[in-house]
């Protein structure tokens, strides 16, 4: 069974950072793409960073330069490092593990195992 489990959200001022990690059981991080999401209230989830089998890593533009996606393969963990954090970037992060067999990064159908999701309030 896939477990993924993310942690790491809080409350932080504007300009500030904070680490977002998934913990992954059941499932090598290393074989599968993983991809983080968020979804602010009243809107639908939106891609935010992936990191592919290879090490590939992927961004929506609006967080390219301030997010960072990486892994550490011995604790079969995905971080998500947020730097620079705007109240825009208010939501909750949602880690997730893709299919096997897709090219696609970007869109959340193509992952198959999807994490309970952390709390991220950025304040202005």
């Known amino acids: 069974q896939v477990q993924l489990v993310e942690s790491g959200g809080g409350l932080v001022q504007a300009g500030g950072s904070l680490r977002l990690s998934c913990a992954a059981s059941?499932?090598?991080?290393?074989?599968?793409?993983m991809g983080w999401f968020r979804q602010a209230p009243g809107k639908e989830r939106e891609f935010v960073a992936a990191?592919?089998?290879?090490?590939?890593?992927y961004y929506v533009d609006s967080v390219k330069g301030r997010f960072t996606i990486s892994r550490d393969n011995a604790k079969n963990t995905v971080y998500l490092q947020m730097n620079s954090l705007k109240p825009e970037d208010t939501a909750v992060y949602y880690c997730?593990?893709?299919?096997?067999?897709?090219?696609?990064?970007?869109?959340?159908?193509?992952?198959?195992?999807w994490g309970q999701g952390t709390q991220v309030t950025v304040s202005s």
């Open positions: 997730a593990s893709r299919k096997h067999g897709y090219s696609d990064y970007y869109t959340d159908s193509v992952y198959e195992f």
């Open positions: 059941g499932r090598t991080i290393t074989r599968y793409g």
């Open positions: 990191i592919s089998w290879n090490g590939g890593t």
